[in-house]
């Protein structure tokens, strides 16, 4: 076998995508199988979006194009920007890539050198980690807490500027992925105030930014100064039903856009015209069908809570944003003898020869997220109602839970999660 670098050896992947992966399989195999796994949209592209792009490989918009984006989506990108989270921002702001999570490759190859710290809040999204260590950081991780509705807390923010040999730089995610919590103005601003005057950076990862409950979705950009502290990162996949198409941009100072663009170009070239061409349809023609879509995905959330809150064994919190439910498991867990990543996948796996949910192990999303278990809405409702049904008959389903414990020894609970 050749030998790989200690960076491919230790390179952890989002698991999402390996659950999904064995949840496929199994359908294929004919088990009827609910997907609640994995956070993509179950809703077509948004009706702009797919003529402008049909349009654009019809006039043979197909080769390459700068690095750092198509001129017309940079416009497009600045204005809405502006319009939609009121903080100002010029085309030379914004920087394009295929969706928003390879910004967090481009900020720490930008940004960070090897030994710097990254405070990051958790459970987090799992790529953040194999991102920083891609630069030799260090993330230092505060916990995120139900009783504080999963918000950032600005002492983790002072702590670690005070603790940390080299703090460098912040990765904050509102609307939060894995847990739906939301940062409020007052958060960001307090956090704000703390890194203005450093030299911190902060990486804003906004792709729920329409996904907020109640209220509006607020960006630390819209904070006085914070141009120079921040990269803000987002994606059509979400509020634009675009996921296949790899198509986000980003916000951030000028010379950090720059910086981006060399990186772009030598590793992508660009992002694909014909996407860029939809994303600046999505922006200027679609926000009606982008808020129907919202709307739709609030009552779904709203569904799912209230069917998972009459589940004996989970403690619920209905999440301030996203199209995740994040319930507290370890009640459940506690009783049966099983790890949450265990008990996600007895849903899928062992709990019925021929049904089966598929959702995630809060530990999939670091170890804060340990007695979670994480579900996405992205199903129509009536297969929402099916998995709620099943996942409380299949928690009492004791003689399965054994057997699957049994021949899974590695998801057994060592020792009864502790109940806040």
Same mark, same amino acid.
């Given at each position: 076998?050749?030998?790989?670098? /200690?960076?491919?050896?230790?390179?952890?992947?989002?698991?999402?995508?390996t659950?999904?992966a064995?949840a496929?399989?199994?359908?294929?195999?004919g088990?009827?199988? $609910?997907?609640?796994? @994995?956070?993509?949209s179950?809703?077509?592209?948004?009706?702009?979006?797919?003529?402008?792009?049909?349009? !654009?490989?019809?006039?043979?918009?197909?080769?390459?194009?700068?690095?750092?984006g198509? #001129?017309r989506?940079?416009?497009?990108?600045?204005?809405?920007?502006?319009?939609?989270?009121?903080?100002?921002?010029?085309?030379? %702001? @914004?920087?394009? &890539?295929?969706?928003?999570?390879?910004?967090?490759?481009?900020?720490?190859e930008?940004?960070?050198? #090897?030994?710097?710290?990254?405070?990051?809040?958790?459970?987090?999204?799992?790529?953040?980690?194999?991102?920083?260590?891609?630069?030799?950081?260090?993330? $230092?991780? !505060?916990?995120?807490? $139900?009783?504080?509705?999963?918000?950032?807390?600005?002492?983790?923010?002072?702590?670690?500027?005070?603790?940390?040999?080299?703090?460098?730089?912040?990765f904050? %995610?509102?609307?939060? %992925?894995?847990?739906?919590?939301v940062?409020?103005?007052?958060? =960001?601003?307090?956090?704000?105030?703390? $890194?203005?005057g450093t030299?911190?950076? @902060?990486f804003?990862?906004?792709?729920?930014?329409?996904m907020?409950?109640?209220?509006?979705?607020a960006?630390?950009? &819209?904070?006085?100064?914070? =141009?120079?502290?921040?990269?803000?990162?987002?994606? +059509?996949?979400?509020?634009?039903?675009?996921?296949?198409?790899?198509?986000?941009?980003?916000v951030?100072?000028?010379?950090v856009?720059?910086?981006?663009?060399?990186?772009?170009?030598? /590793?992508?070239?660009c992002?694909?015209?014909l !996407?860029?061409?939809?994303?600046?349809?999505?922006?200027e023609?679609?926000?009606?069908?982008?808020?129907?879509?919202?709307?739709? +995905?609030?009552?779904?959330?709203?569904?799912?809570?209230?069917?998972?809150?009459?589940?004996?064994?989970?403690?619920? !919190?209905?999440?301030?944003g /996203?199209?995740?439910?994040? #319930?507290?498991a370890?009640? &459940?867990?506690?009783?049966?003898?099983i790890?949450?990543?265990?008990? &996600?996948l007895?849903?899928?796996e062992?709990?019925?020869?021929? +049904?089966?949910?598929?959702?995630?192990?809060?530990?999939?999303f670091?170890?804060a997220?340990?007695?979670?278990?994480?579900?996405?809405?992205?199903?129509?409702?009536?297969?929402?109602?099916?998995?709620?049904? +099943?996942?409380?008959?299949?928690?009492?389903r004791?003689?399965?839970i054994?057997?699957y414990?049994?021949? %899974?020894?590695?998801?057994?609970?060592?020792?009864?999660?502790?109940?806040?």
């Open positions: 076998m050749p030998r790989q670098s /200690t960076l491919a050896e230790n390179l952890t992947a989002e698991t999402a995508f659950v999904l064995l496929r399989n199994l359908k294929a195999l088990k009827d199988v $609910v997907e609640l796994e @994995i956070g993509d179950p809703f077509p592209s948004t009706p702009h979006a797919k003529v402008a792009g049909i349009q !654009a490989i019809e006039e043979n918009q197909t080769g390459y194009c700068p690095s750092l198509l #001129p989506l940079r416009e497009a990108a600045a204005t809405f920007v502006a319009s939609e989270f009121g903080y100002p921002a010029g085309p030379e %702001n @914004i920087v394009v &890539a295929s969706g928003a999570k390879p910004f967090e490759q481009y900020f720490a930008a940004l960070l050198d #090897p030994g710097d710290g990254v405070l990051v809040f958790s459970p987090h999204f799992p790529t953040y980690i194999p991102n920083l260590e891609r630069r030799q950081a260090r993330a $230092v991780l !505060a916990p995120l807490r $139900v009783e504080h509705a999963f918000r950032p807390r600005v002492e983790d923010v002072k702590r670690f500027l005070a603790t940390d040999p080299r703090p460098r730089a912040i904050l %995610n509102s609307p939060h %992925n894995p847990t739906g919590g940062a409020t103005r007052e958060d =960001l601003a307090a956090i704000a105030d703390l $890194v203005r030299d911190l950076m @902060i804003s990862d906004e792709p729920y930014c329409h907020v409950w109640s209220g509006r979705h960006s630390i950009l &819209a904070e006085p100064g914070m =141009l120079e502290h921040t990269v803000a990162a987002y994606t +059509f996949s979400k509020s634009y039903s675009m996921s296949g198409w790899r198509i986000g941009f980003a951030a100072h000028t010379e856009v720059e910086s981006i663009g060399k990186l772009i170009n030598t /590793t992508a070239s992002s694909p015209p !996407a860029q061409w939809a994303a600046q349809a999505a922006l023609h679609d926000a009606a069908t982008r808020d129907e879509y919202m709307d739709r +995905f609030r009552r779904k959330v709203e569904r799912l809570c209230a069917g998972l809150t009459d589940i004996d064994g989970l403690r619920v !919190a209905r999440p301030a /996203t199209f995740y439910v994040f #319930p507290d370890r009640p &459940a867990c506690n009783r049966l003898g790890n949450s990543h265990g008990l &996600a007895y849903l899928l062992g709990a019925d020869d021929d +049904f089966g949910v598929a959702c995630l192990g809060g530990e999939c670091g170890e997220g340990r007695g979670f278990l994480r579900f996405s809405c992205a199903e129509p409702d009536e297969r929402i109602d099916q998995a709620i049904n +099943f996942i409380a008959i299949a928690l009492g004791n003689d399965r054994e057997r414990l049994k021949a %899974n020894p590695q998801y057994v609970l060592p020792e009864p999660y502790g109940l806040a």
